[in-house]
């Protein structure tokens, strides 16, 4: 029985998997390992890579909006090297504004904070103790229950003092160690970051090299469709988040300052900030929000409460559909569901990242599906997929 070149070729590369696939599984500590090395080795570049895809947004609407002469001819010479400073310096602009806002009266805050938070305990002991609470009715007050020993709590931190000394120097230069370590993959990310913008066009056209040197055209064809597809996806999804997350940070502002709620501007500020994490980042800064208040009135804790249910009610049936659910295109359901996964396998990020993915299998499926029903029409009919 004779076997073609193609047969053969395919039973080689079975078996060469499938030998592969034996020593994975047979040596999986070191090969775990192994990967996490690579992992670590390329992260930074993989950080590099979304900071230059991020920074390609406003850079590109600066390219093609903005350099111009006065003629109406673009800048061709240093066009890019134009956008690419303009862009960083709006950056560093938004953030020194940010931190600027924040770092003053956060220092603020945490000052006044302790001032009051004695007083605050005092208060809230009293009110216990005298809510007829089961067990609390003979206690004057309840943090009386809670006070420690001065000689006991001496004894204990010299101790804890006695036994922690010899691991303090190696924590301190792991802790030194680990800080250099993200400086230095700070800096390799920033630099490739700055090089994929500036020689982005390059990168581009080697990477459909690759793919029409070593993929058939069919599914490099598939595979640069997917990337284009990813690429709109990611794109209006960052921007609809932050021209979301200043509107709604914008209306928190303006209507704080009107009923004279305190901490307006740092309020409305932190919860742009945490609002561009998708349906639960406002809710995270409304936790901010209600604790600097309570510290300072907290029957304005209610009023502050009503404003935000009222805002976000107005933002998740007007804004948010209009900023970001026309431009992502995803149902409601489904941003939930890639929310749900992506924050429990990736935190934050995941919560970020999974719903362009999302966004981008469900167009795809979306697609092959009317594609298949289209084929069966003939044969009982159907109806497409919205």
């Known amino acids: ?175 030194v160690s680990s800080v250099v370590s993200t400086v230095v993959s700070s800096i390799i990310a920033f630099v490739f970051a700055i090089y994929a913008l500036a020689q982005k066009e390059k990168l581009q056209r080697q990477a459909k090299k690759l793919l029409k040197a070593y993929v058939p055209e069919k599914h490099g064809k598939r595979v640069l469709k997917v990337c284009s597809l990813l690429k709109i996806n990611f794109t209006n999804f960052i921007t609809g988040q932050c021209i979301d997350a200043l509107i709604l940070g914008t209306l928190f502002v303006i209507t704080m300052s009107v009923l004279r709620l305190p901490y307006a501007l740092m309020i409305g500020v932190v919860i742009a900030f945490t609002a561009l994490i998708p349906i639960v980042g406002a809710f995270l800064g409304c936790a901010v929000g209600v604790i600097l208040i309570l510290m300072v009135d907290p029957v304005k804790v209610i009023y502050f409460l009503i404003v935000f249910v009222v805002l976000q009610q107005i933002e998740g049936h007007l804004i948010y559909p209009k900023v970001v659910g026309g431009s992502v295109g995803l149902p409601a359901i489904w941003v939930l569901v890639a929310i749900a996964v992506g924050g429990s396998l990736f935190g934050v990020v995941g919560m970020l990242v999974f719903i362009p993915l999302v966004t981008t299998a469900y167009t795809l499926l979306r697609e092959n599906v009317n594609r298949r029903v289209k084929k069966i029409e003939k044969n009982g009919g159907g109806q497409t997929c919205d």
């Not at 090395?37 to 903005?66: D, H, K, Q, W, Y």
């Not at 302790?114 to 003979?138: C, T, Y």
Request: hydrophobic share 55%.
């Open 1 to 175: 029985m004779k076997f073609s070149k193609e047969l053969m070729k395919q039973i080689v590369l079975l078996m060469a998997a499938a030998a592969a696939m034996i020593l994975i599984i047979a040596n999986g500590s070191v090969v775990l390992k192994k990967i996490l090395i690579c992992l670590s080795i390329i992260t930074p570049f993989l950080a590099g890579g979304a900071v230059a895809f991020i920074l390609n947004i406003p850079m590109n609407a600066i390219e093609t909006r903005m350099l111009y002469k006065m003629d109406g001819t673009p800048v061709a010479k240093f066009k890019r090297t134009a956008s690419i400073l303009i862009t960083l310096i709006a950056v560093a602009g938004v953030i020194a504004i940010v931190m600027s806002i924040l770092v003053p009266n956060l220092s603020e805050t945490f000052v006044e904070i302790a001032k009051r938070f004695p007083v605050f305990l005092d208060e809230a002991g009293k009110w216990i103790s005298n809510a007829n609470i089961p067990g609390m009715q003979h206690k004057g007050n309840i943090f009386e229950a809670m006070s420690i020993n001065a000689e006991d709590f001496y004894n204990k931190l010299a101790e804890f003092i006695q036994k922690g000394a010899g691991t303090v120097l190696g924590s301190t230069f792991h802790i």
